[in-house]
């Protein structure tokens, strides 16, 4: 939730040094800020206060704030802005195709950061609502958060988890292109231990279960060598 106009902001860094900076520059720009030091607290504080925007660090004490990303992408798509010591474009790459909308990199001016949090702001004005919350773009699919289910031309789905996570992904940005890689990232538990040909498997079942409601469609587009995504146009 927002305090009156001030939008919240949740920031999950270690370093009290940094946090301290960062929350006075943000309370200085007329955001509502909250510090959390580790991914446990940081997680639970997201349910709590609802944040329009979170900064979160890569290098947390209890957890990979790349893991900590992933597991907010499940749930909802609340903007995150990722910090980190690590420059790597390797380290980049990976924190946007989690779905990141931002990358700072440490040592940074506090005043090019709420920069960069007003900008994503004004991309993203809705970014505090939930999964659930949010309309679906595609008007044959309903997803339910709450009850991790999915409708399919108002028909339940019955889904295994990871074919839920696979059509919630895909249906939360019709038209892009994911790459396996990409999928098993957001979809997945432990994805370095799957192969990429379990995508393939889980979109095949995928599709027979949306055929069976409707065999008049195929909403599911594989791009060859590369991947999947969901047409715009189904």
Not at 148 to 164: D, K, N
Request: aromatic share 6%; proline share 6%.
């Amino acid at each position: 939730m927002q305090t009156g106009e001030r939008p919240r902001i949740l920031l999950i860094e270690d370093e009290s040094a940094i946090a301290d900076t960062v929350v006075y520059a943000l309370r200085t720009e007329g955001f509502d800020p909250e510090w959390q030091a580790t991914a446990a607290d940081g997680l639970h504080a997201l349910d709590r206060c609802e944040p329009a925007l979170i900064i979160l660090d890569v290098g947390l004490p209890d957890a990979s704030g790349f893991d900590v990303c992933r597991q907010i992408r499940r749930q909802r798509q609340t903007p995150v802005l990722f910090l980190t010591a690590r420059a790597e474009e390797v380290d980049r790459v990976v924190g946007l195709e989690l779905g990141a909308d931002d990358y700072v990199v440490k040592p940074f001016s506090p005043r090019e950061l709420t920069a960069r949090v007003r900008a994503i702001l004004r991309r993203n004005p809705g970014g505090a609502m939930t999964a659930r919350e949010q309309a679906p773009s595609l008007s044959l699919f309903t997803v339910d958060e709450s009850r991790l289910s999915i409708h399919y031309c108002g028909t339940p789905l019955q889904l295994t988890r990871y074919e839920y996570r696979l059509l919630k992904t895909l249906i939360a940005h019709p038209g892009r292109v994911y790459t396996r890689e990409q999928l098993l990232q957001l979809a997945w538990d432990h994805p370095e231990h799957r192969l990429d040909r379990t995508v393939d498997t889980h979109i095949k079942t995928l599709r027979a279960k949306l055929q069976a409601v409707d065999p008049a469609r195929d909403p599911i587009r594989t791009h060859r060598g590369v991947g999947y995504s969901l047409d715009e146009n189904a």
